[in-house]
């Protein structure tokens, strides 16, 4: 039997548990050619790899597995067995005797159908669930679904992001079919065309990580070497003025108009707002329960006295469990209802440039930080855990704020003005 090689960092569990944590496995030279090494984990025991030369300068490196396909451990916690867990020592042998290299079967549609009963098993909403979903069965299977996971490459993955970048906006028909929507070809429409690619790369990025983290993948590094797009996500809000917003709900056809004004006096999403029950409001609060958010939360939206008086209007006469916001007839507002409707009243209206109905969640938002409404009220009745998305889109819409702290506590030096000195043009 071959001596086996020590390793004062890796040959005892102690010694193990010093290593920082780290994407690079560290390796020891166990004989020409060929290294054994560990990949420290953030929790739970490590991992052993093997790494051996090809020539020509390059290595291949890949996870010891039992003959079933387990990914081998180090005993990092528990007493080694001789199949699941090995010792150093016991690692070292396994990786200089005979290994059956398994082929790369595991395809891009394997991994993303792994990832998806991940998400669904995390109980994400029904709209970040329904986003995923459209994104891997549109842009990213019929692409690259049928590819091994090793034949991606960064060339490959950056040709796919920017491919998807170059194309017009999709309408989404919910039957498959593919219809593109007509959009300018200016600067605006580019910027949203890359950061609607980043977000499909990030579905495929995540999907990737989940199974490389689960050990079904040897090496990450093709996607980690492909970088989303830069700047792309600094889209200058659009929000209506008081004016605007009046002008809007009088344009609006009189079964639209709820809707218009309900979103103006609360922020909500459209989602939201034809999902709620008579019993979500609270009269006596004057308070909302939207009970089923983007997010999955349910918040509470505070209301002004006009907004209590909107929905006092608009529950009169109805029952608990009916819809607050409803067609005529009492059908419910399906989704993308609202697209028509909303660009008919824009246009009656003569709104430039036009706005669409998620407008006018940025419409409450942008007055009330302007109205100087503290950030975490606005982000709260919004429905985001913190501050982040509203400084980001609205922060700069409260400048008195900022101008007011400057001069109160900046240093004053005793400067005055000359007198003498007139400025040009007065």
Not at 10 to 17: N, P
Not at 79 to 86: E, F, K, T
Not at 137 to 150: F, N, W
Not at 355 to 368: E, K
Request: with cysteine; charged share 30%; proline share 5%.
């Amino acid at each position: 039997m071959p001596r086996k090689v020590r390793d004062a960092s890796l040959e005892t569990r102690t010694a193990r548990a010093k290593l920082k944590v780290r994407h690079k496995p560290y390796y020891r030279l166990i004989k020409p050619g060929l290294h054994i090494g560990y990949r420290k984990l953030t929790s739970g025991p490590g991992t052993w790899l093997v790494r051996s030369y090809e020539g020509d300068g390059s290595y291949r490196a890949e996870n010891l597995r039992t003959p079933d396909g387990q990914l081998v451990l180090a005993d990092d916690y528990d007493d080694a067995d001789g199949s699941h867990v090995l010792t150093f020592g016991q690692a070292q042998e396994k990786a200089g005797g005979p290994r059956k290299i398994k082929a790369g079967s595991l395809t891009v549609s394997d991994v993303l159908d792994n990832y998806l009963q991940l998400l669904e098993g995390e109980g994400r909403s029904r709209h970040s669930l329904q986003d995923t979903r459209y994104r891997i069965e549109t842009l990213i299977r019929p692409k690259l679904g049928k590819l091994g996971i090793g034949a991606l490459t960064p060339e490959r993955l950056r040709h796919w992001r920017d491919d998807i970048a170059k194309a017009p906006p999709r309408l989404r028909t919910g039957n498959g079919e593919q219809k593109f929507r007509d959009a300018p070809d200016d600067e605006d429409t580019r910027r949203k065309r890359r950061a609607s690619a980043n977000r499909t790369w990030t579905v495929l990025r995540a999907a990737l990580n989940h199974a490389f983290h689960d050990g079904k993948i040897e090496s990450d590094t093709a996607w980690r070497k492909v970088k989303p797009f830069k700047s792309v996500d600094g889209a200058r809000i659009r929000y209506l003025t008081v004016a605007e917003a009046k002008s809007l709900t009088n344009a609006s056809d009189p079964e639209f108009r709820p809707l218009v004004q309900a979103a103006l006096h609360t922020g909500a999403r459209y989602g939201e707002l034809v999902r709620l029950q008579v019993r979500d409001f609270d009269p006596d609060a004057g308070t909302l329960a939207v009970r089923q958010s983007k997010s999955g939360k349910a918040r509470h939206i505070v209301l002004t006295k006009e907004g209590a008086d909107l929905f006092r209007q608009l529950t009169a006469g109805k029952s608990g469990n009916d819809l607050i916001l409803c067609h005529p007839n009492g059908a419910a507002w399906g989704e993308a209802h609202q697209a028509r409707p909303m660009r008919e009243a824009v246009a009656r209206a003569k709104i430039a440039p036009p706005i669409s109905f998620h407008g006018l969640r940025h419409t409450w938002a942008s007055l009330s930080v302007m109205a100087r409404m503290p950030l975490m009220v606005v982000a709260r009745n919004l429905g985001h855990s913190d501050t982040r998305m509203v400084e980001k889109h609205y922060g700069h819409l409260a400048p008195s704020y900022v101008a007011e702290t400057v001069r109160k506590h900046a240093p004053s030096f005793g400067f005055k003005p000359d007198k003498k000195v007139v400025e040009l043009g007065r």
